[in-house]
């Protein structure tokens, strides 16, 4: 799954859409469907969080199934949408995921509510796994107009995955890696080779 639905305030325009490399075919392709093919690659069902019809192909779109409640409701209404038990959340801004990663962390799974990586001693839920109990605690959280993802976890079983681990598969943590500003994703092209 992939979350859509930011403003993109401090990019200046819709990052969504930033030019980002080529396809098979070799027509460009933007930022989201960048992470779109990434993940393609690893699930058969990829859905995309949106409330608006964003330029992306291959997918599902969905809408927020509570409009206001940020990144948290994001969660929420990909689980809810998903086929399946397992589902993988990413940013629409992370043009560096690794899918052998994204397998990682998938397999992980069995047996928990949630994996979530840790980077520089801080959870990243925006690169995690979660299963149908999130679902469940989100929409709790959301009820308390508590959305920061992090309360979600409370009462689950959530596996940490830590860094070193992390870096067997990504050794410079570039999967991690957003594109927030005009700088950022300068700079992100200039690593891409772009």
Request: net charge negative; no cysteine; glycine share 10%.
């Amino acid at each position: 799954m992939v979350l859509a639905g930011g403003a993109s305030r401090r990019m200046g325009r819709d990052k969504r859409l930033l030019p980002w490399g080529v396809d098979a075919t070799g027509q460009p392709r933007t930022l989201l469907q960048s992470v779109v093919d990434k993940l393609a690659a690893v699930a058969e069902d990829v859905i995309v969080v949106a409330n608006d019809q964003p330029e992306v192909t291959g997918v599902r779109v969905v809408p927020d199934a509570i409009p206001g409640a940020g990144s948290l409701g994001g969660i929420l209404s990909g689980i809810e949408a998903a086929r399946h038990d397992r589902v993988f959340v990413a940013a629409a801004d992370m043009p560096f995921l690794k899918p052998a990663l994204v397998r990682d962390l998938l397999g992980r799974l069995e047996g928990h509510d949630a994996v979530v990586p840790i980077v520089d001693g801080r959870p990243e839920p925006l690169h995690a796994v979660y299963g149908p109990a999130v679902a469940t605690a989100a929409r709790r959280q959301i009820a308390r107009g508590q959305l920061k993802i992090a309360l979600a976890f409370e009462g689950l079983d959530v596996v940490r995955v830590p860094e070193m681990d992390l870096r067997e598969l990504d050794p410079n943590l570039r999967s991690f890696r957003n594109v927030n500003t005009p700088e950022d994703y300068a700079g992100a092209r200039r690593d891409a080779g772009e």
